[in-house]
Every structure is written in C-alpha cells, then in structure tokens.
C-alpha cells in the first residue's frame, strides 16, 4: 500500500464513518445534548449532499462537463468534517496553542486526504476542491458552535479506546458506497445503466458534428 492509496483509505467510509459516531458518543457521554445534536445535522447534512450530487449524476448526468463535476467528493468532505473534530474534541481541555495546533493537524491531514483522491484518480479538482470546502465547513461550523458552550465533560477513557479505529479500519474492506448510490440513481431515474464520464465525450461529438 503506497502512502497515497493509505491516505485515501483513511478517507474512506469504513474510517471516517465510526469516527463519526465516536465524535456523537464522546458528546453523548459528556452529556452535551445540544452539541451531539449539532453534530448528527451538520454530519448529516454534507453526507446528504455528496448522496444527493453523486445521484443526480449517475441518473441524470447533472454535472459540469468543463468542470469535470460528477459529484463531490465523500472522502475529502468526510475527511474534512471529522478530522479537525476529533483532533479537536480530543483536546478540548489543553491549552489554546496545542488546541489550534491540533485542529491544524486535523485540517492538513483531511486536505492530504483530498489530494490523495486526485493522486489515485478517483476525483476531479473540482469534486476534490468541492468537498474538502463543504468538510472543513462542517467542521468549522461545528468547532465555534461548541467553543461557546463552557464547560464540556468528555471522557479521555472513551477518546482513547477510539485511537484502534484508525489502526484498525483501514485493513477492512472498503464500504460498497458507490455501487449503493449506483443502485438508488437507477431505481429513481428508471435508466438502464449510469451516466458516467465517458459519455460527456460521446455528447460533445454529438453536437460537434451536428
């Protein structure tokens, strides 16, 4: 396994997606109801929009040709959202230089991820771009919405027995995520088989020759 490919695992919804239900435990634990609340929606809501772009392009080839959009990207936007979380939760009692170096850390490390997309060639920049973009807001969003509450008691016990999923995650089988999507575009547009890139080429020498 190259260091891109590693990267890009650790993007992956079989990494990303227990880290995220760690970040709602670690909340619930502390009994910060607002805040676990917070998260599930803004988690939530970038997931819904990676499904619902990724969708409309496979069904109905809603997209950018010139842009190479197909989608945005659910491991740079999972990346973004989780990591700087964590690194963040994880260090919500040090001091305010550690906790902003370690949010730093969280964000690098997501955008590593993103390139790692482009390196494999699963992402164009602009699905790449895209979600890193819509990730980190949700972490941002997040992160000021839980630097107003004072006083959060998150348990060190439970941060520590989340440090496994990162060792152990990436040696699984990745999550079928896209054949899922594939299936519901289908089900839902009534096509036959899924729009893909190759056919912007096809369209353009439709209408080239035309």
């Not at 502390?30 to 069904?59: E, N």
């Not at 490390?109 to 790692?116: D, E, K, N, R, T």
Request: net charge positive; aromatic share 8%.
């Amino acid at each position: 396994m190259n260091w891109w490919h590693f990267l890009s695992v650790l993007g992956g919804l079989s990494v990303t997606g227990p880290l995220g239900i760690a970040i709602a435990g670690w909340l619930l634990a502390g009994k910060s109801w607002r805040l676990t609340l917070s998260w599930c929606c803004c988690f939530g809501l970038g997931m819904a929009m990676v499904v619902l772009t990724k969708v409309a392009f496979i069904g109905w080839g809603i997209g950018s040709a010139s842009l190479e959009f197909g989608g945005i990207s659910g491991h740079a936007m999972r990346a973004g959202a989780v990591y700087p979380v964590a690194a963040y939760l994880a260090l919500r009692h040090a001091g305010a230089s550690l906790q902003r170096m370690a949010v730093l850390a969280g964000v690098v490390l997501a955008l590593l991820i993103g390139v790692s997309r482009l390196e494999v060639r699963a992402h164009s920049v602009s699905e790449v771009v895209s979600g890193s973009l819509l990730g980190l807001a949700v972490a941002a969003v997040f992160i000021r919405q839980a630097s107003l509450v004072p006083s959060m008691a998150l348990s060190r016990v439970l941060v520590a027995l989340c440090l496994p999923i990162l060792l152990m995650t990436p040696r699984l089988e990745p999550v079928p995520t896209e054949e899922w999507m594939t299936g519901l575009a289908l089900y839902l547009s009534g096509r036959d088989e899924p729009f893909t890139r190759h056919m912007w080429g096809r369209m353009q020498l439709t209408h080239a020759g035309r």
